[in-house]
């Protein structure tokens, strides 16, 4: 009981994370279009770091998709392979909300305002 209480409570984390940044990103980007890709493009370290975690999150995704191909045709490994897919797609979020957080960090135009308040 108290352990699906902690794994609602880190679903839910996760899910709104997962919604929050990319949405924070996207209307960063509505708002501030040529700022905002500017910061993008003069912080080119970090963002670069950013895509190659999204790359990386992506790659573990195709990974987990193919394990769930390979569970549809062979079904006798299920426990195991249901496991390791869910691991994989956890994985997954974390390292998008990884990613989207650090874009949009780098993309947010208000923080200089923010800063000189």
Request: charged share 20%.
């Amino acid at each position: 009981m108290k352990m699906d209480i902690v794994t609602s409570v880190i679903i839910l984390i996760l899910t709104f994370s997962a919604l929050y940044f990319p949405l924070k990103l996207f209307l960063n980007l509505l708002k501030y279009k040529e700022a905002a890709l500017g910061l993008i493009f003069t912080n080119l370290d970090e963002s670069i770091f950013s895509f190659k975690i999204f790359a990386i999150a992506v790659l573990i995704f195709a990974i987990g998709r193919l394990l769930d191909v390979f569970n549809a045709i062979q079904p006798s490994f299920y426990v195991l392979i249901d496991n390791v897919t869910t691991l994989l797609y956890f994985t997954t979020d974390v390292l998008l909300i990884y990613a989207f957080y650090k874009l949009s960090v780098i993309a947010d135009v208000g923080k200089d305002k923010k800063m000189e308040k």
